[in-house]
């Protein structure tokens, strides 16, 4: 079997409502799915991290750097085919925008390597540890609005993500240390004392601030404290772990093995949150996973973008070998957007409609059972939403 083409779609729609993280405010939705051909007719699917302009630099990379270097190579010899693409790239960039690209495409290939063993990506890699997994819910985006205005609006949409039934929610904080912690202390009131929630800062802090907000995250039992500082900045982690009882997570930001080696050495993570759609696809996020257990480090994937990213990650979460083990062992979580995202909710021929798996099941979702990611995207429904790059 060869690869015959290596396609990029680019897929966006202007959202219902502008929303907001520390970094910036966004408008429009917008998802990168990667699209593998072959002389036999099988086509494998992945995903690559990016937004917006940077999806349509991605595509870039995808197609006339990517592609031209494995068109003609054997689909099944996808790590072969992920060094050749990661050395020739290496001078270029070793983090980033080129692992991001390289992800969609290895994603790609390892559906297609299911769909010609008949088997789900979790049976591929040794079987699933599980067979369902609990969802956390996020929301709790910032807006253009005032202080009083998000406490209010804060405290009723964690409540609300309690009751849809997922088994814990996320908050973003950005407005300022102080600001921030008021935030927090409303989401605490608004899902009460036994619900857990997480804090993600998408890191927005200095690491005096982050202690600031921490040690209030300490007082509201918070589950963790997700990029409290930059990802570059390993002594701001590693003085925050050292220095605060809640957990500090991060990673999603971290790129291939040789950058979790470095985090993971520094020992300023709590839990690991790694992206396979940027640090290098699958075939990288299980060398990643292998590093973070060989450091006793839990990991819970972060998880962003479509329905084949979802898919994928389910699948890894299913394989995930538990840490350390036990009869009631400590258990991955499944990341789930709780905002507008048609790209997660209709872009596949049979829907894997997570919101009603979640309400039905307390907060469980299952593992797709079909070959590969075990999901379908819709062609029609891609052609309505692409747009040129
Ligand atoms: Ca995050």
């Known amino acids: 079997m060869k690869i015959t083409a290596v396609i990029s779609h680019i897929l966006q729609y202007d959202m219902p409502e502008e929303l907001g993280y520390s970094q910036q405010y966004y408008a429009r939705r917008s998802a990168h799915l990667v699209e593998v051909r072959t002389d036999e007719g099988l086509t494998g699917w992945g995903e690559c991290f990016g937004t917006g302009t940077v999806a349509l630099a991605n595509k870039g990379i995808v197609e006339k750097v990517i592609q031209p270097?494995?068109?003609?190579?054997?689909?099944?010899?996808?790590?072969?085919?992920?060094?050749?693409?990661?050395?020739?790239?290496?001078?270029?960039?070793?983090?980033?925008?080129?692992?991001?690209?390289?992800?969609?495409?290895?994603?790609?290939?390892?559906?297609?390597?299911?769909?010609?063993?008949?088997?789900?990506?979790?049976?591929?890699?040794?079987g699933a540890h599980r067979d369902k997994v609990q969802a956390y819910g996020y929301g709790m985006m910032l807006k253009r609005e005032?202080?009083?205005?998000?406490?209010?609006?804060?405290?009723?949409?964690?409540a609300a993500i309690r009751d849809m039934g997922f088994a814990a929610t996320k908050m973003k904080v950005g407005l300022g240390p102080r600001q921030d912690v008021?935030?927090?202390?409303?989401?605490?009131?608004?899902?009460?004392?036994?619900?857990?929630?997480?804090?993600?800062?998408?890191?927005?802090?200095?690491?005096?601030?982050?202690?600031?907000?921490?040690?209030?995250?300490?007082?509201?039992?918070?589950?963790?404290?997700?990029?409290?500082?930059?990802?570059?900045?390993?002594?701001?982690?590693?003085?925050?772990?050292?220095?605060?009882?809640?957990?500090?997570?991060?990673?999603?930001?971290?790129?291939?093995?040789?950058?979790?080696?470095?985090?993971?050495e520094n020992r300023g993570l709590d839990i690991a949150q790694p992206e396979v759609c940027a640090l290098g696809g699958i075939s990288e996020y299980l060398r990643v996973l292998a590093l973070c257990h060989a450091h006793f480090t839990p990991v819970i994937n972060h998880v962003w973008g479509s329905a084949v990213a979802v898919a994928a990650n389910l699948q890894l979460l299913a394989a995930m070998p538990p840490l350390p083990g036990g009869l009631h062992p400590w258990q991955p979580m499944l990341e789930f957007d709780t905002t507008d995202n048609k790209f997660r909710d209709d872009l596949l021929v049979e829907p894997l409609d997570i919101q009603r798996q979640v309400k039905t099941s307390g907060g469980y979702v299952g593992i797709p059972g079909g070959p590969g990611l075990g999901v379908e995207p819709d062609r029609v429904f891609i052609r309505r939403y692409e747009v040129d790059g």
């Not at 205005?149 to 804060?154: L, T």
């Open 69 to 126: 270097m494995i068109l003609g190579d054997d689909p099944m010899d996808r790590d072969v085919i992920w060094h050749k693409v990661y050395n020739l790239m290496r001078d270029h960039g070793q983090k980033g925008m080129p692992l991001q690209s390289l992800s969609g495409v290895d994603i790609a290939l390892w559906d297609i390597a299911g769909k010609i063993a008949g088997l789900p990506l979790h049976k591929l890699i040794g």
């Open 146 to 158: 005032s202080l009083a205005d998000h406490v209010a609006r804060f405290a009723d949409e964690a």
């Open 182 to 264: 008021k935030l927090c202390e409303a989401v605490r009131r608004g899902i009460g004392d036994d619900f857990p929630f997480m804090v993600d800062a998408n890191h927005c802090y200095t690491t005096p601030d982050a202690f600031f907000v921490g040690r209030a995250l300490e007082e509201l039992d918070a589950y963790w404290f997700e990029e409290p500082v930059a990802p570059e900045d390993h002594d701001g982690y590693r003085e925050l772990r050292a220095g605060l009882k809640v957990n500090i997570s991060g990673g999603e930001a971290e790129f291939n093995r040789w950058g979790w080696r470095a985090i993971l």
